[in-house]
């Protein structure tokens, strides 16, 4: 940019970064505002029309932010992968935009480990998220189902945060449960994926401080919503899943424990994760292709 305008690239550089303070500053407040309740409701409704996972509010995930050699850092920003970096937690919905982000954690945290300390689960502990305390009354049955976000093998399994089946323990309905499962997951890592080929400096290591790439992440954040939402490219799908939502019945979404230390999960988490296995593998809450699909390289014997 230096050359066309003929202005040094110092000067350019501050200017970028007061454009991105401004993309932000704007921005977020339209575009990564929390969801009221009536919008949760509306997210719930499209992870089921599109990905068949009416319970889900939310997909989690993080992703490196690659950095070119931080002055001062030593090792704390040097992720398991070789290179430092910050980590960009986020929460995404069906349509693979951002709900809520948490953008400059050491790369060397895990992602249970970012998500134990991030500003998302503040926001959970503090009540602040609207998350409608309701449960799903699956086709007028007995079963009440409660909302949850979804995660990868990384997060802790909760009555309100799902993640799959351990691969040593599959049978035939736990595949099926982990292959719908990751086909609702996999709408933030679309949004990782999208937000990288978009705006190509996540394309290399960023030359910048950990607090400027923090800067440029957010911006591109909202920017990625802004276009997402306004490019007419959504997926329109209806799913033949029915169900409805009840106040006042199930365990609704929980906050996070002030001091959660991983462990075994709960009885209550892996009761809930059952009773979600259960309705995939039921008639009104199977899709017609999901044997196929799942089965499509096991060999035969083994889900016998």
């Not at 449960?177 to 978009?198: D, M, P, W």
């Not at 991983?262 to 199977?286: C, H, I, L, W, Y």
């Amino acid at each position: 940019m230096s050359v066309p305008f003929h202005m040094s690239r110092r000067y350019i550089s501050r200017h970028v970064f007061k454009t991105c303070q401004i993309l932000w500053d704007v921005l977020q407040p339209l575009e990564l505002k929390p969801p009221t309740e009536d919008q949760w409701f509306q997210i719930a409704h499209r992870f089921g029309d599109l990905w068949d996972y009416p319970f889900a509010v939310g997909a989690i995930g993080g992703k490196h932010i690659a950095l070119e050699n931080p002055s001062n850092s030593r090792s704390m920003y040097y992720c398991y992968k070789g290179f430092p970096s910050i980590v960009l937690m986020a929460l995404g919905d069906a349509d693979s935009c951002f709900i809520l982000l948490d953008c400059g954690q050491y790369g060397r945290i895990s992602d249970a480990g970012v998500y134990k300390t991030s500003h998302i689960l503040k926001l959970l502990e503090q009540g602040k998220l609207n998350i409608p305390t309701a449960a799903f009354n699956v086709d007028s049955t007995e079963r009440t189902i409660p909302f949850m976000i979804v995660g990868d093998e990384a997060f802790p399994l909760k009555p309100y945060l799902m993640k799959p089946y351990a691969a040593r323990t599959l049978d035939q309905e736990k595949r099926i449960y982990n292959c719908q499962h990751s086909r609702a997951r996999r709408t933030v890592e679309c949004a990782f994926g999208i937000l990288a080929k978009k705006f190509e400096i996540f394309q290399r290591p960023m030359r910048v401080q950990p607090d400027q790439a923090i800067l440029l992440t957010n911006a591109a954040a909202v920017l990625h919503n802004f276009i997402r939402r306004r490019d007419g490219r959504m997926i329109d799908r209806t799913s033949d899943v029915t169900y409805e939502v009840v106040g006042g019945e199930g365990i609704g979404m929980f906050p996070l424990e002030a001091h959660t230390h991983g462990g075994r999960p709960t009885a209550e988490a892996m009761a809930v994760r059952d009773s979600v296995k259960t309705f995939f593998n039921d008639p009104q809450g199977s899709v017609h292709w999901q044997h196929k699909h799942v089965f499509r390289n096991v060999i035969v014997n083994e889900i016998d």
